[in-house]
């Protein structure tokens, strides 16, 4: 039993680590031959490709995966902390596995992923769900099948939770869930700390990928023939730093781009750490999608100062403006926090002057989320529920009006897609994305997983209406 502890999580000395290669133990392997399994995924792309590998290890355990958790042998939930409502969803859900377990006893029952590294919720499962069979962290999630099968032969649940990072795993089995595009972890964990945020506590520290493991990667979804790739970190613009002196992520995407992968995106992109080079280097390749999102949180330099972001309103303004003027076409998307404790009302003014400002292409809106163990939890919240929601009903009613400005410019033009799928039951009509990242729901003749030159006809606030184009 290893519980959580966010004392040793907020540690900011650096951990000696490996980087190993996954090695699935022979008795494991096709150990649950004919049981079948069904995932839950909560929360961010990291998780979704956390999960991706959890299926990957599972299919080389014997089981297959299933989309009806009644039928399943083994159910897992593949949690999220961000927000209080990402908690509530992952309870809620345990309490219906909880009637099925009293129904089915045989079924066996794990959560992993952000909540599994919360002391407070390590503490509820002990107390209210100690039926489950195992609890693992972020860290050690490739451990799933050592872990299940001791909570088979001690008939127990087994908490297994490592409250600072391990080592790198390479390797591992993967299952993607996306046959044309893939993710690609390029850096683990968070050094930011911002103040409000619990992924430093979840997440570990900085540990970047080797660059040589990252690009075999790609080469490797090339040859399988993926057409785009995402490269994934809370804060991607931190990519070396821990690793190397001089290779950073403007090297990375340029080694990337070379490997003639038809897409590159990245996320998430800090500001504080976006360099001119990295602009340069995205402006230069063309296979580098002109598409960023650069999280603001706030418009208020005061909020921001007290939220730890590191920039001020005018040094983001600042960036934006660059970028936008450097990456022909860009398209930028934002993160954004309303009723963080102390936000005045001319602070929010501030954040919808931004706004007005920036026009963003998207926006993830959200209220302010006290987490316990961060430094803002500690501070006072001074805004009612209804202030705060009256805010983000005002900041949706902006963004949105600019989603639809943005997307009706795009009128009569021509637009490279990468058709995704297909529509069930209508004819010739399918939906994919823009190189920009704007949804297109296209009516032609095409085949899925290649790119075509779609003709914007018509714009909604969050897609857009196009048909091939045929010159
Ligand atoms: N690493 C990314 C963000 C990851 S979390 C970055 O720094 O940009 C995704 C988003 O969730 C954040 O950008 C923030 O807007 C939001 N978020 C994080 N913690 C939150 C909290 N306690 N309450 C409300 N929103 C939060
Ligand atoms: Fe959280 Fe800030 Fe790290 Fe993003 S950069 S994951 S918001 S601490
Ligand atoms: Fe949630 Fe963890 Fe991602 S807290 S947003 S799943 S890093």
Redesign the pocket.
Known sequence: MHLPDFKVARTNTKIAYETKQFHLDERYRNQYKGKTCYLRTYGCQMNEHDSENIKGILEEMGFSMIDDYEQADLIILNTCSIRENAHNKAFGFLGRVKHLKEIKPEIMVGLCGCMAQEEVVAKKILEDYPWLNFVIGTHNFYELPYVLDQSLQEHKLQIEVYSREKDLVEGMPIERDNPYKAYINIIYG?D???TY?I??YTRGRQRSRAKEDIIAEVKSLVEAGYQEVTLLG??VNAYGKDLYTDYSLAELLADVAKTNIPRIRFM?S?PWDFTDEMIEVIASYPNIMPSIHL?VQSGSSRVLKRMGRRYSREEYLTLFHKMKEKIARCTISTDIIVGFPGESEEDFQETLSLVKTCKFDNAFTFIYSPRVGTPAAKLTDNLTKEEKEKRLHILNQLVNQYFLENNQKLVNTVLPVLIEGKFPKKEDSYFGYTDTNKLVNVSGNVKEGSIVPVLITDAKTWSLDGKVYNG
């Open positions: 968070c930011k700390f911002c945020c992924v430093p809370q804060n998430t800090h999280p």
